[in-house]
């Protein structure tokens, strides 16, 4: 097989149409079409689907380019790391990162990481759906409390818990009222509220009266009295430490953990690796606190 076509086809399903594709390797797109067309001739199979205004893969074509575009990466890395002479983390970088830790951590650690790395150029996206790795083009993911996916592997680097606070102002009823609260919209809402307190376990029953779409909404309103809200210890710890919140107990339920996460099938590159080991760096215990820390830098 071409490697030459076979990379140039891969180009041109990776930017999704031989114009953008030319512009972007700032090459003939009369090239990069006569090239998919003899691979597409010597593998007797249609790649893409051709319309006057679109161009589209066929399933085929999308199989060969799920299936050859990590290797032909893996491929374009080996042969810059050994043309710059050893593995110094260089080219780009791409991750996906959940929303609240974005808000709250990635500004930082993408500033830190390019001044240590200075020939990597580093992308970060802030999204909390799944993504394909492969098909999409990202190197590293960082997800909470992941799906098992036997196509990806990594390590987890922070645990947090979620904690039940309150404004100071607002009392906790003793006589099963409803307790009004600001709620998160993309998460599940529950009737009531299990949590341990120093007493052991209680509940409470709660009234939704604000739901917000981010985290850090919530925590400026219940800040601001609107209600008791469900929040990271790690983006509630400095408040709690000031008396501006309150905390009346820590929510049922398993820790929430990120990871780190990158495909099975590629040779961890340089990049990966050293952002890997930055994680660590950062965050050598993973533990709450050290987020709390970094946050408040």
Excluded: C
């Excluded at 399933?59 to 710059?84: C, K, M, N, P, W």
């Amino acid at each position: 097989m071409d490697l030459i076509a076979l990379a140039d086809f891969n180009l041109v399903a990776r930017h999704g149409g031989f114009g953008r594709a030319a512009r972007a390797a700032r090459r003939p797109k009369a090239t990069l079409s006569r090239r998919v067309s003899e691979l597409e001739a010597s593998l007797d199979l249609r790649l893409f689907e051709r319309g006057a205004r679109m161009l589209k893969l066929t399933e085929e074509g999308r199989a060969l380019y799920q299936r050859t575009g990590a290797l032909l990466t893996e491929l374009d890395e080996t042969v810059a790391a050994i043309a710059s002479g050893g593995n110094t983390p260089q080219g780009r970088l791409r991750i996906s990162a959940p929303l609240l830790f974005s808000q709250i951590a990635m500004g930082k650690l993408a500033t830190g990481f390019i001044a240590r790395f200075p020939e990597v150029r580093l992308e970060v996206t802030t999204e909390d759906r799944p993504v394909d790795m492969v098909d999409e083009g990202y190197d590293l993911v960082i997800r909470v409390n992941p799906d098992p996916d036997d196509s990806l592997v990594g390590r987890a680097f922070l645990r947090d818990r979620l904690v039940v606070v309150a404004s100071p102002a607002l009392a906790r009823p003793t006589d099963g009222t409803a307790v009004p609260v600001v709620v998160a919209r993309s998460v599940d809402q529950p009737g009531e509220w299990r949590m341990q307190t120093l007493n052991g376990e209680a509940s409470i029953a709660v009234d939704p009266v604000l739901s917000l779409s981010s985290m850090i909404m919530v925590r400026d309103a219940v800040r601001a009295g609107a209600g008791a809200g469900r929040l990271p210890i790690s983006l509630v710890s400095h408040d709690l430490a000031a008396g501006t919140l309150v905390h009346w107990g820590d929510i049922d339920g398993p820790d929430i953990t990120l990871w780190a996460l990158y495909p099975s099938r590629r040779l961890l590159s340089a990049r990966v690796s050293a952002f890997l080991d930055y994680l660590k760096s950062a965050f050598p215990t993973g533990a709450p606190d050290e987020l709390a820390v970094f946050i408040a830098k």
